[in-house]
């Protein structure tokens, strides 16, 4: 159970960056949603990865170079379902795109526990 707070804890600020960071490039910035959500998740992956290193998976002992190649390969696939996802909630449903990228982000978290958790955070 403790694990699993961690991860919400830390998989909770990390889509908060990310939610926060695309909010500002399109509100303040001029970019285009698609667009920021990449920076968005390349800002909230630093956060995300220190975040379960040092919390979440820190039982684990994994070595910090393979998790954070291993995480980052996690996180990618889970970018590249989130931004398949975001696109098309954008060009089919007219929601908004905040609201839209909030709904993503909670859909991909449960496959980032998992692959963390059973790949990524492994002990050498």
Do not use: K
């Not at 949603?33 to 800002?43: D, H, I």
């Amino acid at each position: 159970m403790r694990r699993i707070g961690w991860f919400i804890a830390v998989g909770s600020t990390a889509a908060a960056v990310h939610l926060g960071t695309v909010v500002a490039l399109v509100r303040w910035g001029g970019w285009a949603p698609e667009l920021a959500n990449v920076l968005g998740w390349l800002v909230a992956f630093v956060c995300s990865f220190f975040g379960h290193h040092l919390t979440t998976f820190s039982d684990a002992q994994a070595p910090m170079g393979r998790a954070a190649r291993r995480f980052f390969a996690v996180s990618a696939l889970g970018f590249a379902a989130n931004q398949a996802a975001y696109v098309l909630l954008l060009r089919l449903s007219g929601m908004r795109y905040d609201l839209a990228l909030a709904l993503v982000l909670v859909g991909i978290a449960v496959l980032t526990y998992l692959l963390g958790r059973r790949w990524a955070f492994l002990p050498a």
